[in-house]
């Protein structure tokens, strides 16, 4: 079965609420970074909830928590083919996997937003500051939400279908 043949298996109301996914996310996430350059200047921080929530503007020209800080090119690599292989691993789930395609399409929006502002900025931008519990998380923004939360509904449905299959 072709990719073709396997993007017909799924309804044109799914391929639409994809669709829309993927354009909210990555416009959202370029929109709010926008806003944010051009009101903030790097380094600033805004207190939105006292002792919890800030927004701090930086820039982070590595991964997560800035690793690897400096190797940009490597980061639109990796990103490009994780993009790829997300595409043919899509094409290769069935309308049964419902979280893993939702985790795919919100995996793959947010690859898109931080690959942009690798791609036209050389890194990425950050706002969303946390501290809970005292713990000040790395600052981040709406795109490495979207990775998160999609790499988190994949792993669900990976250890439900093991729960209910009683593999290990």
């Given at each position: 079965?072709?990719?073709?043949?396997?993007?017909?298996?799924?309804?044109?109301?799914?391929?639409?609420?994809?669709?829309?996914t993927i354009l909210v996310i990555v416009i959202g996430d370029q929109l709010t970074k926008?806003?944010?350059?051009?009101?903030?200047?790097?380094?600033?921080s805004q207190e939105i909830i006292?002792?919890?929530?800030?927004?701090?503007?930086?820039?982070?020209?590595?991964?997560?928590?800035?690793m690897l800080t400096g190797r940009i090119g490597l980061f639109v690599i990796v990103?490009?083919?994780a993009v790829v292989v997300m595409a043919v691993y899509f094409n290769k789930t069935t309308p049964k996997n419902v979280l893993t395609r939702y985790g795919l399409v919100l995996t793959f929006s947010g690859l898109i937003g931080n690959l942009i502002d690798r791609l036209w900025l050389g890194y990425?931008?950050?706002?969303?500051?946390?501290?809970?519990?005292g713990y000040d998380f790395p600052v981040?923004?709406?795109?490495?939400?979207?990775v998160v939360i999609g790499v988190g509904l994949i792993i669900v449905e990976i250890l439900l279908?093991?729960?209910?299959?009683?593999?290990s």
């Amino acid at each position: 079965m072709t990719m073709g043949d396997k993007m017909k298996n799924i309804s044109t109301k799914n391929k639409i609420f994809y669709l829309i996914t993927i354009l909210v996310i990555v416009i959202g996430d370029q929109l709010t970074k926008f806003i944010v350059d051009s009101s903030m200047k790097l380094g600033q921080s805004q207190e939105i909830i006292s002792h919890f929530f800030y927004y701090t503007y930086s820039h982070n020209k590595g991964a997560a928590w800035g690793m690897l800080t400096g190797r940009i090119g490597l980061f639109v690599i990796v990103s490009i083919v994780a993009v790829v292989v997300m595409a043919v691993y899509f094409n290769k789930t069935t309308p049964k996997n419902v979280l893993t395609r939702y985790g795919l399409v919100l995996t793959f929006s947010g690859l898109i937003g931080n690959l942009i502002d690798r791609l036209w900025l050389g890194y990425v931008r950050d706002f969303l500051d946390f501290i809970i519990l005292g713990y000040d998380f790395p600052v981040f923004n709406i795109a490495d939400m979207a990775v998160v939360i999609g790499v988190g509904l994949i792993i669900v449905e990976i250890l439900l279908e093991e729960y209910i299959h009683g593999e290990s």
